[in-house]
Structures are given as structure tokens and as C-alpha cells.
Nanobody, 122 residues
Framework: VQLQASGGGLVQAGDSLRLSCAAS????????FGWFRQAPGKERAFVAA????????YYANSVRGRFTISRNSVKNTIYLQMNSLKPEDTAIYYC????????????????WGQGTLVTVSS
């Protein structure tokens, strides 16, 4: 499975941004797709995850209620809609996938895309 993340950029606090992750290859091998982020000087952290075949969705407490993960099975794309962005959301965001049906740790994901940088100014 190959993953290509896009959509990052520089925004102001309170703004919204939508990240996309295009999946290709043997996408039928993947059951869970997730977003992780790595802020400067910090370890990579779980943000959200969704099962490819439908609900449920999973969120980190820090983003629940502000971020929404979704997938478009026709376009083979996973989205992360980020609303009410805060400066502490600044990070490189990565999409990932794995054959398992759940995972909230980066070690649980087999396939990774390159990161896309999100910068939120105050």
C-alpha cells in the first residue's frame, strides 16, 4: 500500500484545514487508516483513525470535537478535516495504514506516507 499525504499549510488560529491521504496499490490489504502528527521536539502521536469498511472512528482526546476523519472508498482517499485549529496543532502530519482493524500507536501501522506540514500561527 502506498500513501500520499497532502493539504498542509500555514493558517491562523481558529482556521480550518483539510488533509488528504491518497491510497494506492493493494489497498484491499488495509483495514485501518490513521493520522499521526509529530511536533518539533516531540514524539509522533496518534490523532485519529478510521476503518476502511466503515465506522467506528477513533480520536485522540486533544482533537476530539475539532477534527473529523473520513474516507472516500471510490477515490481511495482518507481525509482529516481540522477545525478550530490551535498553535499546538502545529506539526508534521502523517497518514498510515495497517491490515489490523485498530491501532493508536505508530508501531502498529505497517504502511506510511510522507508527512505534510501544518503550521498554525497565533
Amino acid at each position: 500500500v502506498q500513501l500520499q499525504a497532502s493539504g498542509g499549510g500555514l493558517v491562523q488560529a481558529g482556521d480550518s484545514l483539510r488533509l488528504s491521504c491518497a491510497a494506492s496499490g493493494r489497498t484491499s490489504d488495509a483495514n485501518i487508516f490513521g493520522w499521526f502528527r509529530q511536533a518539533p521536539g516531540k514524539e509522533r502521536a496518534f490523532v485519529a483513525a478510521v476503518r476502511w469498511r466503515g465506522s467506528p472512528t477513533y480520536y485522540a482526546n486533544s482533537v476530539r470535537g475539532r477534527f473529523t476523519i473520513s474516507r472516500n472508498s471510490v477515490k481511495n482517499t482518507i481525509y482529516l478535516q481540522m477545525n478550530s485549529l490551535k498553535p499546538e496543532d502545529t506539526a508534521i502530519y502523517y497518514c498510515a495504514a495497517d491490515p489490523k482493524t485498530y491501532g493508536d500507536r505508530d508501531v502498529e501501522y505497517q504502511w506510511w506516507g510522507q508527512g505534510t506540514l501544518v503550521t498554525v500561527s497565533s
